[in-house]
């Protein structure tokens, strides 16, 4: 099941593929799936996993510059 087939709205669908992690979203929502999880409990990961992509686009970072330092500094 893709990204468009959980989220129903554009604009969200969008929003989850922005920033460095963006590209990985479908895989992500895939994997979830397949390990069984409910819809509403796939989007509140990839929720969590956009936001995240979306704070490192912010600051011009790449998925490659995520480390355990860039996620005290996320969390904060």
Do not use: C
């Not at 686009?57 to 996620?71: I, N, P």
Request: proline share 3%; glycine share 6%; no cysteine.
């Amino acid at each position: 099941m893709s990204v468009n087939a959980l989220v129903h709205y554009p604009m969200r669908q969008r929003r989850m593929r922005q920033g460095p992690l963006g590209k990985y979203v479908a895989l992500y929502a895939q994997r979830l799936l397949e390990q069984h999880y409910s819809r509403e409990g796939a989007i509140r990961r990839i929720s969590i996993v956009s936001s995240l992509s979306r704070w490192l686009k912010g600051r011009r970072l790449t998925a490659q510059a995520f480390d355990e330092h860039l996620l005290e500094r996320y969390l904060a």
